[in-house]
């Protein structure tokens, strides 16, 4: 449930740039100055969640049949909300002898001092807990099941693999795609291959999305001790191709909501000309191994996944 942005970048993927081009210029007095909401909006990485909520509260209108019910819709979100500001929370605490090496991480709050690490651990695990157990009470158990293992896969599987091996992308894709999943499960109370499709475009989105960030900040990533692909492939022919080959897979799996008459054929329309836009920047980056084409294919991938959304939305058939 966490988009896979590498100290992005985490933060994996949405979900953004100007997140992180606000964190770097902001003047270290100003941050110090920031209020307690500011600072905890920092730790629950805000923008974050609400993309995390977007991709659920579009993944519930999906599934839902007939009359909305609001009430439903609420209490999935909120749920989903406080399990990711709690796993926001922990994965700072757990990264923050890292976060502190980063120029865009280290005005966060457990490196700038603005907060210790034991309310942190107290915070993320209630809020955690807590969002976990209002799924389970008020939505269904099968969600709460995706909310808990999107949590530990991404706390305990995904963030300690970035220090080990550059696979953890691939795992932490993994968390970051659950939630349109998990309002799917809220809505229908099952798991079918409607929902998996939403999952899928998401796992394969958040790949180009973040090979993109990590050749623009290797430097700053392998600094701080993430084996990221970019610090294993100084000439970037294997980053290159990554992006490449996911934004390729991504464009059929764009269609299956219409081929599974999910959406019509204005969604058909919007997914073709969005996906080979997305493959046109991707094999610009493949050519030309810049931190300029880098950036622009990353742009491009915050604007596809909104509009991509947006079409289904507007589309939807069932």
């Given at each position: 449930?966490?988009?896979?942005?590498?100290?992005?970048?985490?933060?994996?993927?949405?979900?953004?740039?100007?997140?992180?081009?606000?964190?770097?210029?902001l003047p270290e007095t100003v941050a110090a100055e920031k209020g307690w909401v500011a600072v905890f909006a920092d730790l629950c990485k805000a923008r974050l969640?609400?993309?995390?909520?977007?991709?659920?509260?579009?993944?519930?209108?999906?599934?839902?049949?007939?009359?909305?019910?609001?009430?439903?819709?609420?209490?999935?979100?909120f749920g989903t909300a406080l399990v990711a500001?709690?796993?926001?929370?922990?994965?700072?605490?757990?990264?923050?002898?890292?976060d502190a090496k980063m120029r865009r991480t280290k005005t966060r709050p457990l490196p700038s001092g603005r907060l210790q690490p034991t309310t942190v651990m107290v915070f993320g695990g209630v809020c955690a807990c807590a969002?976990?157990?209002?799924?389970?009470?008020?939505?269904?158990?099968?969600?709460?099941?995706i909310g808990a293992v999107s949590l530990v896969s991404y706390?305990?599987?995904?963030?300690?693999?970035?220090?080990?091996?550059?696979?953890?992308?691939?795992?932490?894709?993994v968390p970051g795609a659950l939630p349109p999943l998990m309002g799917w499960t809220a809505a229908r109370g099952e798991l079918n291959r409607e929902g998996w499709v939403l999952f899928a475009i998401l796992a394969f989105w958040q790949l180009p999305h973040f090979f993109a960030i990590a050749w623009m900040y290797r430097e700053e990533y392998a600094k701080a001790g993430f084996v990221?692909?970019?610090?294993?492939?100084?000439?970037?022919?294997?980053?290159?191709?990554?992006a490449l080959s996911h934004t390729l897979l991504l464009l059929p799996v764009s269609l299956c909501?219409?081929?599974?008459?999910?959406t019509g054929?204005?969604?058909?329309?919007?997914?073709?000309?969005?996906?080979?836009?997305?493959l046109w920047f991707a094999i610009q980056f493949s050519r030309d191994l810049t931190v300029a084409r880098a950036r622009q294919l990353f742009f491009f991938s915050i604007l596809y996944l909104p509009l991509l959304l947006t079409a289904l939305v507007l589309d939807k058939l069932k």
């Open positions: 449930m966490y988009y896979l942005r590498p100290k992005f970048a985490d933060d994996h993927s949405v979900g953004l740039v100007s997140m992180k081009a606000t964190a770097e210029t969640t609400t993309l995390v909520l977007l991709t659920t509260l579009v993944g519930f209108y999906l599934g839902w049949r007939g009359p909305m019910n609001y009430l439903l819709m609420f209490n999935a979100l500001s709690g796993a926001s929370a922990l994965n700072q605490l757990l990264e923050r002898e890292h969002g976990l157990l209002w799924l389970a009470l008020a939505v269904n158990l099968t969600t709460s099941v706390l305990f599987i995904y963030t300690p693999l970035k220090r080990v091996t550059w696979l953890n992308t691939a795992v932490g894709a990221m692909l970019p610090n294993i492939d100084p000439d970037g022919h294997r980053t290159a191709r990554q909501p219409f081929v599974f008459q999910m054929k204005f969604y058909l329309a919007g997914a073709l000309v969005l996906g080979f836009a997305f």
